[in-house]
């Protein structure tokens, strides 16, 4: 059975999100991944192995060691994708600083 792994599942989980952190900057072997995190490597090769499928992150082989590093084009559909939202709540918390100054400037007024 061949499950289609969805990416924002993907990145739901801490791990995967931290592995996605380390790998902005750099290639790294499996090996030196599971070095970064106290769990078992088993585990970091299965949250690979879903960030993989998911097309976040591609393999590249070098030797005997296979690189991961990140799929800029699939993180930037991901970004495209958030970005509505993030103009969204950018705009609604201009908006609320603009208030809050406002009301800063002029007080309302004690009405006893």
């Not at 078992?40 to 070098?62: D, G």
């Not at 699939?74 to 009301?103: G, S, V, Y």
Request: hydrophobic share 40%.
């Amino acid at each position: 059975m061949n499950l289609r792994r969805d990416a924002f599942q993907a990145i739901a989980d801490p791990t995967r999100r931290a592995i996605l952190l380390l790998l902005a900057s750099q290639s790294l072997s499996a090996g030196a991944i599971a070095a970064s995190f106290d769990t078992a490597r088993p585990t970091v090769s299965k949250h690979l192995q879903i960030l993989t499928e998911c097309e976040l992150l591609k393999q590249e082989q070098t030797g005997r060691e296979i690189y991961y590093h990140l799929n800029p084009s699939r993180m930037k559909e991901i970004a495209d994708f958030i970005e509505p939202f993030r103009q969204m709540w950018d705009d609604r918390f201009n908006k609320l600083e603009t208030i809050l100054k406002e009301r800063q400037a002029n007080p309302p007024k004690d009405p006893r």
